[in-house]
């Protein structure tokens, strides 16, 4: 079966090496010396200076959150992976939704303003299949109405804006090396900050928020093991070429595919872009399902992603219309993308697509 995406396994010696190193020092896991590594190594690749790896992309966003004492509403996108909604409504805030752009999926700048009240207190907003939000418009008006801004940033390690990470935007970025990132480490996720008092929040909330006998708020166990940051560590170094064979299968899509017939997200321009996905919009969703069974009967297993619009969560007490983006959501599907996929299986693809369009 060919997924959506296939995780990238380092030679297996390199691993080993990091296992023996664990075996000799019997440091398994609470900030061991492979985590301390990965981290340093992490700030150096990113340009970052404050930042934590975590057991996961999920329980950064909420304790990003909480680092940032919110309480009320957080104005967030529709256009996402459920844990984005769910961190907010984990921590008890209300979510409140703005629409997204037709061109790229990222939540509207111009849609946000007119939802603010006196009880918004963030915007919480991802970055997209690696496309970046409207950064400086979202700035703009978080400054204009004091509000803080979190980037769900789990789709875009490696893409970089002006010339640093995506990662280094907003009061808080975060991250998540799941196993099927861009960058991996089986489980993690991290989270980036830049006020001392924020970042030092954050360290506490990872380790049950006590250091040794004091005991000094309400923390969560965030943290990571050496087996997981030796994964991070042999894959790190890899991370630009990995990127570089995804451009090379996003651009043989490119030219196979009949693009003229399909919606595709735009790429803006400015970034350096890290090929995450390779999503398409078909012209309804009966035409998705009949593209999707298609590719199944290959053995060929594409993704709705995302799906379902996250203001039609059936457990939300509250919500928002938001037109495009549920439309998008009914009619997208990510196709396989990952760096070493054949060349043969994307000809299939695009063959199974075209006749189908
Ligand atoms: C994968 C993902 C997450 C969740 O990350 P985990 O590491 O699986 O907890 C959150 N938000 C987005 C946009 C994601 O794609």
Same mark, same amino acid.
């Given at each position: 079966m060919?997924n959506?995406?296939?995780s %990238? ?24 010396? =492979? !985590?301390? /590594? ?7 690749y ?16 909420q ?5 940032l ?13 459920c ?25 509207d700048?111009?849609k ?7 009880n ?16 400086? @418009? ?10 803080? !801004?979190?980037?769900?940033? @789990? ?8 010339g640093k990470?995506? +990662?280094a935007y ?19 996720g ?10 030092e929040?954050l360290? +506490? ?36 070429? =990995? ?8 651009? =043989? %899509?490119?030219?196979k ?9 735009v ?13 398409i919009?078909?012209?309804?969703? @009966? ?11 290959? /053995? !060929? ?6 799906y379902?619009? =996250? ?10 219309p ?15 993308? %990952? ?8 000809? /299939?693809?695009?063959?199974? !697509?075209?006749? +189908?369009?």
């Amino acid at each position: 079966m060919i997924n959506i995406t296939k995780s %990238y396994l380092p030679p297996l010696e390199e691993y080993v090496k990091h296992l023996e190193g664990i075996w000799e020092r019997v440091h398994l896991t609470n900030n061991g010396p =492979l !985590v301390r /590594q990965l981290e340093e190594e992490l700030k150096s690749y990113l340009g970052i200076e404050h930042l934590h790896f975590c057991s996961n992309g999920t329980i950064v966003l909420q304790m990003a959150i909480k680092a940032l004492g919110l309480t009320k509403e957080i104005i967030t996108t529709p256009f996402s992976y459920c844990a984005s909604t769910h961190a907010i409504l984990w921590e008890n805030c209300t979510p409140v939704f703005a629409d997204v752009r037709a061109e790229d999926f990222t939540i509207d700048p111009d849609k946000i303003e007119a939802l603010i009240t006196e009880n918004t207190e963030a915007i919480l907003a991802t970055h997209v299949y690696g496309n970046l939000c409207q950064i400086d @418009a979202i700035e703009a008006l978080a400054r204009k109405h004091n509000l803080k !801004v979190i980037y769900d940033g @789990a789709h875009s390690f490696g893409v970089t804006y002006k010339g640093k990470s995506a +990662l280094a935007y907003g009061d808080i970025s975060t991250c998540s090396f799941h196993a099927t990132k861009v960058f991996h480490t089986v489980e993690g996720g991290l989270v980036v900050s830049h006020d001392p008092e924020v970042t030092e929040k954050l360290n +506490l909330y990872r380790s049950f928020g006590h250091r040794f006998d004091d005991y000094i708020d309400i923390g969560i166990n965030g943290k990571n093991s050496e087996f997981h940051a030796a994964m991070g560590l042999c894959t790190l170094p890899k991370v630009p070429e =990995l990127i570089e064979a995804r451009k090379h299968r996003f651009a =043989l %899509y490119d030219t196979k595919l009949n693009t003229a017939r399909l919606q595709r997200p735009v790429i803006q321009p400015g970034i350096s872009y890290n090929y995450a996905y390779y999503p398409i919009v078909l012209e309804s969703e @009966a035409k998705l399902l009949e593209v999707k069974t298609a590719l199944e009967q290959i /053995q !060929v297993n594409p993704r709705r992603y995302f799906y379902p619009s =996250l203001n039609t969560l059936p457990f939300l007490k509250s919500t928002q219309p938001c037109p495009i983006s549920e439309d998008i959501a009914l009619r997208v599907l990510c196709l396989p993308m %990952y760096p070493d996929l054949e060349e043969e299986v994307i000809d /299939q693809v695009c063959t199974i !697509v075209n006749k +189908l369009l």
